[in-house]
């Protein structure tokens, strides 16, 4: 049987790795958010279309997954809101006038706008 040392141990591992984990992303932290690109990201890239930014930040974000449930295997992409289309969409969008870039996994794609994201969605905020 465990010693009550041991359990505390354990707990204060599981505090710790929680804190670290939810650290990730946050500001001040050196480990950006995998799925989101903040302004200072885009800035310290440079001018580009948000496609190449995605491509060499986040290019997971661009990866089809196949499924056998549908022949679309393409990310959607939102516009401040509105839909714009897949992946060829992101060549359209320059950075000078975007805030931040996030990607939502196909549930939670489906969660906000419905059916018809089985590769998630990438959502394009701009300077408002």
Known sequence: MPSPARHAAALLLALSLGACAAAAGTPGSSRPNPNVISRAEIEREG????????????PLWLSARASSFTQDTSVVVYLDGTRMGGPEALREVSTPNVEKVEFLDAGRATARFGAGHVNGAILITTRG
Do not use: A, E
């Open 47 to 58: 001018p580009s279309s948000v496609f190449d930014l995605i491509q060499k930040l986040r």
